[in-house]
């Protein structure tokens, strides 16, 4: 690997721009729509080939990325909750939450940090996860840098060594070292057989489970218990 670093992905200031304000009240979040094609035409709704031409023709711009659709419902719904997680079943009653303005600036500092790594639109960011908050913002926050590549973490260790060889990643996200999980055991075996591999980014459940009941967000920790980098 090119680099040893401890990173933070909390970069105050955006460097994707901001998507435009969407219509003052309107109901969008990542799974609404703004019209209802029931509007076409209140009788039949989308009957005919003249239905979908007159939808198409007066249907509002959609957005153009994942990262502006989020962005809209942040701004239509800052403060509502947009995502919610717990590491145990027994804790299902104080979740970590994220509204979605949280959420947003979480996914911002991750493409922002993917780009500090040289990412661009070409460029692959793997990841080796299970179902995290983390997941999320290397989800969208790599969309918004260059392209996703998603890897079963119950694969064996040659099976993800060959999807890493074969999707070129440049970039890979995976669980840091923690009792009980078998991953970074797994995949620590194969990054050498990966040859474009650069850049090795830890996700670190010790630091997810100190921040899930913490008050606010340490920075110690960086956003969401992703800090290391390797």
């Not at 003249?50 to 800052?78: C, W």
């Not at 947009?82 to 804790?91: G, K, N």
């Amino acid at each position: 690997f090119r680099s040893a670093c401890v990173c933070r992905w909390n970069k105050p200031t955006p460097l994707l721009p901001m998507p435009p304000r969407v219509r003052p009240g309107a109901p969008f979040s990542c799974l609404e729509i703004l019209w209802s094609p029931t509007k076409m035409n209140p009788a039949h709704g989308i009957a005919t080939l003249a239905d979908v031409v007159a939808l198409e023709r007066t249907a509002p711009a959609l957005p153009a990325s994942t990262y502006e659709m989020i962005g809209r419902a942040a701004q239509a719904h800052a403060q509502q909750p947009a995502l919610s997680f717990f590491l145990r079943a027994q804790d299902h009653e104080r979740p970590l939450t994220w509204d979605y303005a949280t959420l947003f600036g979480k996914i911002t500092a991750t493409a922002n940090f993917f780009h500090e790594l040289g990412i661009g639109k070409d460029d692959v960011v793997a990841y080796v996860l299970p179902n995290l908050p983390e997941t999320h913002l290397v989800v969208w926050g790599g969309q918004a840098s260059g392209i996703v590549f998603a890897i079963n973490p119950m694969l064996e260790p040659e099976a993800i060594g060959e999807l890493l060889r074969a999707g070129g990643a440049k970039v890979l996200v995976t669980l840091a070292p923690f009792p009980g999980t078998d991953l970074w055991a797994k995949v620590q075996t194969v990054l050498d057989d990966a040859p474009d591999l650069r850049h090795l980014v830890l996700v670190d459940l010790a630091q997810q489970k100190t921040q899930q009941y913490a008050d606010t967000d340490d920075e110690e920790h960086g956003h969401g218990g992703i800090a290391r980098h390797v």
